[in-house]
């Protein structure tokens, strides 16, 4: 009787792994990146909610340049994990801070 000892996968055996992979691949891609997405847009919502905030105190304490606000932002000015920048505009008036990414929902709720 002859025994064969196999050293290596058949190639049927790595198209099956790479197939398992490929499936595994395409559901878990899109689901990472819509919730990278969501994260982001989560993320800027935050900042502007803090911004607001700090607008507000600013408004209460005293009146000067625009950037002092963000004396009142703890860690300073808060960037957009998606690359949009914020705008403060007339304080009093809703929604007083903005981001460069508002199409996005980038926004304050209402």
């Not at 499936?23 to 911004?51: D, G, Q, R």
């Not at 957009?80 to 709720?109: F, M, W």
Request: proline residues 5%; contains cysteine.
């Amino acid at each position: 009787m002859i025994i064969f000892l196999r050293k290596a996968f058949t190639l049927v055996e790595i198209m099956i792994v790479v197939a398992i992979v490929a499936i595994i691949l395409a559901i878990a891609l899109p689901n990472y990146l819509t919730s990278s997405e969501t994260s982001k847009k989560t993320a800027c919502i935050n900042n502007l909610k803090t911004i607001d905030a700090a607008v507000d105190q600013w408004a209460i304490d005293y009146k000067q340049q625009e950037e002092d606000i963000y004396n009142y932002v703890k860690g300073g000015k808060p960037k957009c994990p998606s690359g949009g920048t914020y705008t403060i505009y007339q304080v009093g008036v809703k929604p007083q801070v903005r981001c460069s990414l508002e199409n996005e929902d980038h926004k304050l709720p209402e």
